[in-house]
């Protein structure tokens, strides 16, 4: 039974109504948002997945017009294993779309849960249900909002999600296979952008489904706000964290936080599927900086703005920097071979037999050698001919995403046990950042592969023998 009154005309609680486009405060631009014909596509930002990424390669465009991103050239160094294909890809850029497709809360209505799919059977109609009993739930419609474009981020490959996610397993790659149970939901979270500048980008838990509904069950934790009004969480969660000082050389780790449904700041639940919600952060919002970090129980994504990658090196920085290494002519110091980084080009199916080593304890480099075996510590345990410390003995490779780099500095640092190399500064501060782990686990780790990191630090200098040093 629909329960009698009048809808009441609101929303839950939610950032909507506070950002600046609703107060006027945003540069106003003609009437008219759509994009002309043959007019280049205003970028908003690039969502990068974390231990998947691409291994070099030029910008392409996807199935879709207003979402781009680049080629991947193998499994390794964190792309996809089966290739970057369409909306199921390694790197996503999100750009003003043709037309906009945003959404904003409009009524709410209080209806009997029985009459519920009832309710919903308008597809046309965005909406979230909130299920309170057997006996009462609460809609709350949606609008078509012309000042912002959504995205939608998710398992699903269903036509309305933008960026097809599946869960990346630690160690690098994605997990594959019927037996792999995902924890990332079909609908995980939805990125609203405004059309006008500064293009501010915000982020949302849940997105809407083939029937443009977003549907929170009985056992799903939701509530009502101080106003009256409805919020919640999805099962699994969806959490952020934004750096200190910003992504660049001064960065440092921020603070995870969970995000509701209408974009709400919580802290952390006790577990990720806990039914009791944290703390409201008043203080803090859902819109995404350069350089946050989006979990979503099974992979993580960083956000970066068109300013920040301005200042992230170039795969021609990169390559640029892989020549100028190699041109220095490194030698093993006990084969005295000489070493060089392969190009990425080639790809990464074995070490080349130029390719350097490392032992991960000392950060000292050799070419490759069967020397030094203590099986006894374990398989892949080596002892250092230079300086007896034992430990792993593994190939580098040149971390080749380059927004993944706080800066532009050379290949100097190596994250331990994996081998990937970039610079000092943004190997330090991956080595410092925890990454959600299961139901509450955290874990540093390679951002190029994905890697759980180990040792004191997570890193080591490398040490060559020559002119590097």
């Not at 510590?377 to 300086?387: M, S, V």
Request: overall charge neutral; proline content about 8%.
């Amino acid at each position: 039974m629909v329960l009698e009154g009048n809808p009441e005309v609101g929303s839950p609680r939610t950032s909507d109504l506070g950002h600046p486009g609703s107060q006027g405060s945003c540069v106003l631009s003609s009437p008219g948002e759509d994009a002309q014909p043959g007019e280049e596509p205003i970028k908003y930002g690039e969502l990068i997945v974390l231990g998947c990424c691409e291994e070099g390669g030029e910008e392409t465009e996807a199935q879709r017009g207003e979402v781009t991103g680049p080629r991947a050239h193998s499994c390794y160094n964190g792309c996809l294993a089966t290739g970057d294909k369409g909306r199921r890809r390694s790197r996503l850029a999100l750009s003003r779309r043709p037309h906009a497709n945003g959404v904003k809360p409009d009524v709410m209505h209080h209806i009997s849960t029985p009459l519920v799919s009832k309710a919903l059977s308008n597809r046309g109609q965005h909406s979230i249900s909130y299920t309170l009993s057997r006996s009462h739930s609460v809609i709350v419609e949606y609008t078509h909002d012309s000042d912002t474009d959504m995205f939608q981020i998710g398992r699903s490959t269903e036509n309305m999600i933008d960026f097809v996610v599946t869960d990346t397993s630690p160690g690098g790659g994605a997990a594959e296979g019927p037996s792999a149970q995902s924890t990332i939901s079909r609908y995980a979270c939805r990125i609203l952008c405004d059309r006008r500048p500064p293009y501010t980008a915000r982020i949302y838990a849940a997105g809407f489904d083939a029937s443009s509904n977003i549907f929170l069950g009985e056992r799903a934790a939701k509530w009502r706000t101080p106003d009256g009004l409805m919020d919640g969480l999805t099962t699994n969660g969806v959490l952020v964290m934004h750096p200190a000082g910003g992504f660049s050389e001064d960065s440092a780790p921020g603070v995870w936080r969970e995000i509701s449904v209408c974009g709400n700041v919580y802290t952390l639940r006790d577990s990720r599927s806990a039914q009791q919600r944290g703390k409201l952060v008043e203080n803090e919002s859902n819109v995404l900086q350069d350089g946050s970090l989006i979990d979503l129980c099974g992979a993580t994504l960083l956000w970066r703005t068109p300013a920040g990658l301005l200042r992230a090196p170039t795969l021609k920085q990169l390559e640029a920097q892989r020549q100028e290494a190699n041109a220095a002519r490194p030698q093993c110091p006990v084969g005295l071979s000489t070493l060089a980084f392969p190009s990425p080009a080639r790809g990464r199916t074995a070490p080349d037999k130029q390719q350097p080593w490392v032992y991960v304890r000392c950060g000292h480099v050799h070419g490759y050698h069967g020397w030094g075996c203590r099986r006894e510590r374990g398989p892949q345990e080596r002892e250092c001919p230079l300086c007896r410390l034992v430990g792993p003995y593994v190939p580098l490779w040149l971390g080749q995403e380059a927004g993944l780099c706080l800066d532009p500095g050379p290949p100097s640092h190596a994250f331990a046990p994996c081998g990937h190399v970039c610079s000092e500064k943004t190997a330090r501060y991956w080595a410092q950042t925890p990454l959600p782990h299961g139901t509450h686990a955290f874990h540093a780790a390679c951002p190029f592969c994905g890697a759980w990191l180990t040792g004191e630090h997570g890193c080591v200098r490398l040490i060559f023998q020559g002119p590097l040093d």
